[in-house]
C-alpha cells in the first residue's frame, strides 16, 4: 500500500530582525519566488499528499493569494508520452493551519508550529479515513534557502523510511532549518516533551502559591529548533548532504543570500490556483 506523507511547512513562531511591513516568510528570494513558496515547492518534490502550512490568521490572507489551495505533483505534472496530460495529473492540497490560541505566548514557537501541524494533518486525516491518514510528516522550514528539486531523487527514502538532510554534516538537531521526516509516535513524544520539559505558570503546580516571573514562565516559547528536536535519534536515519544553503532568518543571512544567488527561478509548478466549488465547474462561478 502507498504510504501517505503529509507535508508541513511552519510558517509562525519565528523571532527574526527584519521588521517589514510583511511577515518573514514573504521575503523573496528571487521574482515573484517567496521564502514560503519555497518550502511548498520542496513538499511537493518530497512526494508529499497533502501540504499543511501553519500560519496564524492574519497572515493566511497574504499566504493563500500566493500560494494558492493546491500544487502540481512535478513527477505527474507534464508527461509528453501521454495523450491525455491533463487525466495524469496528480494535484496536491494545501491546508492552512492557525496556531491554537491556548498555545499563543506559551509555546508557541517555530518547532511548536512543525509539531502542531502535524497533529492537526493526522486528526483531521483520521476521521475521513485510515487511508488517507499520514504515516509521516516532512517538514519543511521557509527560513532557508536550498534548491527544492533535489529532493525529487529521494522520495523513495522519504516514503519507505526516516529521513533528513545535512549540511556540513549538520541537520535541523543543530538549529540548521533542513528538512526531515516524523513519524505519528515521535510526534507525541515530542508533544509531551513540550509539556515535561518547560516551566509553566506555577513554581509548584501542587500549592499554586508562588508564580514563576513573566520571563522565565512558560519557557518552552523560547526554545529553538535543537532543544525541542534533540530527543529526536536521527542515528538510523537515511541522511542527504545538500551542497548549498543559506539561512534567511536574520537580515544579514538575507544579505549574504542575495549576494551569491542572483539567478534563482520560480519552479514552474508554482502556479496560483484554486479548487472549484462544490458543484461548480470552471466558467460557471457568478
Known amino acids: 500500500m502507498k504510504k501517505?506523507?503529509?507535508?508541513?511547512?511552519?510558517?509562525?513562531?519565528?523571532?527574526?530582525?527584519?521588521?517589514?511591513?510583511?511577515?518573514?516568510?514573504?521575503?523573496?528570494?528571487?521574482?515573484?519566488?517567496?521564502?514560503?513558496e519555497r518550502a511548498v515547492a520542496e513538499c511537493a518534490y518530497a512526494g508529499c499528499n497533502t501540504i499543511w502550512i501553519?500560519?496564524?490568521?492574519?497572515?493566511?490572507?497574504?499566504?493563500?493569494?500566493?500560494?494558492g489551495e493546491k500544487i502540481q505533483d512535478p513527477v505527474y505534472n507534464y508527461r509528453h508520452f501521454e495523450r491525455n496530460k491533463a487525466d495524469v495529473k496528480r494535484p496536491i492540497r494545501i491546508y492552512y493551519v492557525p496556531i491554537a490560541i491556548r498555545d499563543i505566548n506559551k509555546r508557541d514557537n517555530l518547532a511548536w508550529s512543525a509539531i502542531f501541524g502535524a497533529r492537526t494533518a493526522d486528526k483531521t486525516l483520521k476521521q475521513i479515513s485510515t487511508h488517507v491518514r499520514p504515516d509521516r510528516y516532512y517538514i519543511s522550514w521557509p527560513y532557508a534557502y536550498y534548491p527544492p528539486w533535489r529532493l525529487r531523487e529521494h522520495r523513495k527514502e522519504i516514503s519507505e523510511g526516516d529521513?533528513?538532510?545535512?549540511?556540513?554534516?549538520?541537520?535541523?538537531?543543530?538549529?540548521?532549518?533542513?528538512?526531515?521526516t516524523l513519524t505519528t509516535e515521535q510526534i507525541d513524544c515530542l508533544i509531551t516533551d513540550s509539556r515535561t520539559t518547560s516551566t509553566g505558570l506555577w513554581k509548584d503546580p501542587e500549592?499554586?502559591?508562588?508564580?514563576?516571573?513573566?520571563?522565565?514562565?512558560?519557557?518552552?516559547?523560547?526554545?529553538?529548533?535543537?532543544?525541542?528536536?534533540?530527543?529526536?535519534n536521527i542515528t538510523t536515519y537515511s541522511m542527504a548532504e545538500v551542497e548549498n544553503y543559506y539561512p534567511i532568518d536574520c537580515w544579514k543571512g538575507y544579505c549574504g543570500f542575495?549576494?551569491?544567488?542572483?539567478?534563482i527561478r520560480k519552479p514552474s509548478i508554482l502556479s496560483y490556483a484554486e479548487w472549484n466549488e462544490t458543484g461548480v465547474d470552471d466558467g460557471e462561478r457568478i
Not at 519565528?14 to 519566488?33: A, C, Q, T
Open 54 to 67: 501553519v500560519c496564524s490568521d492574519d497572515i493566511t490572507p497574504l499566504i493563500r493569494y500566493q500560494v
Open 207 to 232: 500549592t499554586r502559591k508562588e508564580k514563576f516571573s513573566l520571563e522565565d514562565r512558560f519557557s518552552y516559547k523560547n526554545f529553538d529548533l535543537k532543544q525541542v528536536f534533540g530527543s529526536v
Open 258 to 263: 542575495l549576494k551569491e544567488n542572483t539567478e
Open 4 to 36: 501517505q506523507i503529509a507535508g508541513i511547512v511552519p510558517v509562525s513562531g519565528l523571532k527574526s530582525d527584519f521588521n517589514m511591513p510583511w511577515h518573514e516568510s514573504l521575503m523573496p528570494i528571487g521574482p515573484n519566488y517567496l521564502a514560503v
Open 163 to 180: 529521513f533528513a538532510l545535512s549540511y556540513n554534516h549538520q541537520t535541523v538537531k543543530d538549529n540548521l532549518y533542513l528538512g526531515l
